[in-house]
């Protein structure tokens, strides 16, 4: 994948969700009652059902267009998980699901693409989910070409600093980050997964990478 041009895909977003859906959900409906109150590493003091109320609850809200003061903030996040607590996992699930279905296309009609970001953390969270579960790819599947571009993109509206990633797993390189400055782009020479694991604030212990130019804390979009 190339990241040169790496101009709006308006149906990106919405294309990530779906694939992820077909994948996640199946999985999650399978699983045992008792992973759903495993911790995750990734997010410390959530369990797994908390991560998807959290992701359920962000997609109704993009559906729904439910953006009040102080929104996906972490008090507001606190709440809405709490709100679906004495849900049945299985209406967690529901919900998730009708999410993952229809937001793709609210997130397409905002022209300045500011929900876009929500895919890629939508995606971000199925990976956290997964490698609590001790499922296989936690932070790649058949989503990562899109995670990947919406991960170019995002670095590059927020101008995060200039990386040059080469990819043992992907074909062409890329090119995160701000696109112009003074500064000389750091360098990235791993695999993908561990690519998104550093750019979202997630463990690379024992993974395998070079990382020249930046200290791994700086490429934390979330940090």
């Known amino acids: 994948m190339t990241a040169a041009d790496n101009a709006r895909d308006p149906l990106l977003p919405g294309r990530l969700l779906t694939v992820e859906r077909d994948a996640l959900i199946p999985l999650l409906r399978s699983r045992p009652d008792a992973d759903f109150a495993l911790p995750t590493a990734a997010c410390p003091g959530w369990t797994v059902r908390d991560v998807l109320a959290h992701c359920s609850s962000v997609l109704t809200r993009v559906v729904e267009s439910r953006f009040e003061r102080g929104v996906f903030s972490p008090e507001s996040n606190d709440r ?104 000389t782009p750091a360098r990235f020479i791993g695999d993908a997964s561990t ?23 700086e490429l934390n979009i979330y940090g």
């Open 195 to 217: 690519l998104v694991r550093l750019y979202t604030g997630r463990s690379a212990d024992g993974a395998s990478y070079e990382l020249m130019g930046a200290e791994a804390a």
């Open 80 to 183: 809405d998980i709490a709100e679906r607590a004495d849900w049945p996992t299985t209406r967690v699930l529901d919900e998730l699901e009708r999410g993952m279905t229809e937001a793709g296309d609210v997130i397409a009609g905002r022209a300045d693409g500011v929900l876009d970001p929500v895919a890629l953390g939508e995606w971000v969270h199925a990976g956290d989910v997964r490698d609590t579960l001790g499922e296989p790819g936690a932070y790649t599947g058949a989503g990562l070409p899109d995670a990947l571009s919406l991960l170019v993109r995002v670095t590059r509206k927020r101008g995060h600093l200039r990386l040059h990633a080469d990819l043992d797993d992907v074909d062409e390189p890329l090119q995160l980050g701000e696109t112009s400055g003074t500064r």
